[in-house]
Nanobody, 130 residues
Framework: MFSLQASGGGLVEPGGSLRLVCTAS????????IGWFRQAPGKGRDQVAWVSSTDGSTWYAESVEGRSAISIDRRKYTVYLQISSMKPEDAAVYSCGIETFYKGPLQVLVSLGPEGVDYWGGGTLVTVSS
């Protein structure tokens, strides 16, 4: 049975760092892309970053570019999102989603946003406060 699980959220001080983890299980295919999204209270779901299992290519939203890093461990079917220099506006519920059987350019998925996700993992809450 296929599933995704997001973890790693918690309380972080402004300026601090956090690493989120998205673990997939039951994958029986080689090519997929995993994206991280976030949703703050009263706002829509925004995409944050994507990574491709095929070639390791990545994409970042402007809001986190330059202070975040997404990486994939293909053997463990796990994706990590490290965000540094955390800001209050980074506070949100973070979720990961997967586009299965995919080896195309990430920009296509970026253009689709949440609609490009086949399956979602649960969310993990990130709070930024001193």
């Amino acid at each position: 049975m296929f599933s995704l699980q997001a973890s790693g959220g918690g309380l972080v001080e402004p300026g601090g760092s956090l690493r989120l983890v998205c673990t997939a299980s039951g994958i029986t295919f080689d090519d997929y892309a995993i994206g991280w999204f976030r949703q703050a209270p009263g706002k829509g779901r925004d995409q944050v970053a994507w990574v491709s299992s095929t070639d390791g290519s990545t994409w970042y939203a402007e809001s986190v570019e330059g202070r975040s890093a997404i990486s994939i461990d293909r053997r463990k079917y796990t994706v990590y999102l490290q965000i540094s220099s955390m800001k209050p506006e980074d506070a949100a519920v973070y979720s990961c989603g997967i586009e299965t059987f995919y080896k195309g350019p990430l920009q296509v998925l970026v253009s689709l946003g949440p609609e490009g996700v086949d399956y979602w993992g649960g969310g993990t809450l990130v709070t930024v406060s001193s």
